[in-house]
C-alpha cells in the first residue's frame, strides 16, 4: 500500500451531513479503486475510475453515492445525507493498468453519529 | 452467488510454528488470486498473488497452493512471528479489470 494517500483517517458526520474522502494514487498510477469495509467482514467493491472516466461503479449504491477522479486532482468519494449505515472504512486502492496488482491505502473511517 | 470464503474464522499459532490458512471459492472462472494481511487500523497489504495457470508460489516466508480441481486456495506462513498476527484475506480477481472480490477473512493470533 506504499504511495495511495487517503484523506481524511477520520471522519465524523451527523446523519444528513455530506462527506468527502479523497485519495491520491501512487504517483504514475491512472487507475483508482475504492471498497468499503465493515466491521469484521471483507471488503467490498464500490467502483473503479479512470481519469476523468467512471469504469465500474457497480458496487455503488444507486443514491447518494458519486466518485470521480479528475484529470487534476485526487479520486474524490462523496457520500451525500449520511445515515448510520454509511459508517465504515473506506479503502482507495490504485494500479498502473487494469490488469496489475493494485495497492491500497491505509483507509478512511467514516462514523455518523 | 458465487463468491470467496474461507474456513476458519480464528487460528491460534505458537512463535515459530507454521502456519495454514485456507479459503475456497466457487467461481471456476476466475484467474488470478491474492493475499492480502490486514493490521487493525490499516489498510490490506498485499503478500503475495497466483494465477491460476499455477499451483504453486513462494515468497519470503510465505507460500500459496492453488487447488483448481477443489477450488482451494491456502496460505502458509513459515516460522511465524509475532508480527504475522493480522487478518488474512484471500480475494479473486477475474480478467476484466482489478474487481475483487473479497472472503470473509481469517484472524491469526501468534501466541508467544
Same mark, same amino acid.
Given at each position: 500500500n506504499a504511495g495511495v494517500m487517503q484523506n481524511p483517517r477520520h471522519l465524523v458526520r451527523r446523519r444528513g451531513q455530506e462527506a468527502r474522502l479523497r485519495c491520491s494514487p501512487?504517483? %504514475?498510477?491512472s487507475h483508482v479503486y475504492w471498497y468499503r469495509q465493515l466491521p469484521e467482514e471483507g471488503l467490498k467493491f464500490m467502483v473503479y475510475l479512470q481519469k476523468e472516466n @467512471? @469504469? !465500474? &461503479?457497480? %458496487?455503488?449504491?444507486? &443514491?447518494?453515492f458519486s466518485a470521480e477522479f479528475p484529470k487534476e486532482g485526487p479520486s474524490i468519494l462523496r457520500i451525500q445525507?449520511?445515515?448510520?449505515? !454509511?459508517s465504515a472504512a473506506y479503502f482507495c486502492a490504485s494500479s498502473p493498468s487494469g490488469a496489475d496488482t493494485i495497492y491500497f491505502g491505509e483507509g478512511s473511517w467514516l462514523t455518523v453519529v | 452467488g458465487e463468491n470467496v470464503g474461507l474456513h476458519l474464522p480464528t487460528l491460534s499459532v505458537q512463535e515459530g510454528d507454521n502456519s495454514i490458512i485456507n479459503c475456497a471459492y466457487? +467461481?471456476?472462472?476466475?484467474d488470478y488470486f491474492i493475499w492480502y494481511k490486514q493490521e487493525s487500523g490499516k489498510g490490506p497489504q498485499f503478500i503475495i498473488d497466483i494465477r491460476s495457470n499455477m499451483d504453486k508460489r513462494q515468497g519470503q516466508r510465505v507460500t500459496v497452493l492453488l487447488n483448481k480441481t477443489v477450488k482451494h486456495l491456502s496460505l502458509q506462513i513459515a516460522?511465524?512471528?509475532?508480527?504475522?498476527s493480522a487478518v488474512y484475506f484471500c480475494a479473486e480477481n477475474k480478467?476484466?479489470? +482489478?474487481?475483487l472480490t473479497f472472503g470473509g477473512g481469517t484472524r491469526v493470533l501468534v501466541k508467544p
Open positions: 501512487v504517483k %504514475g498510477h @467512471i @469504469i !465500474d &461503479e457497480s %458496487g455503488m449504491p444507486k &443514491e447518494r445525507q449520511v445515515v448510520r449505515g !454509511d | 466457487s +467461481n471456476s472462472a476466475s516460522a511465524t512471528q509475532p508480527g504475522d480478467a476484466a479489470g +482489478n474487481k
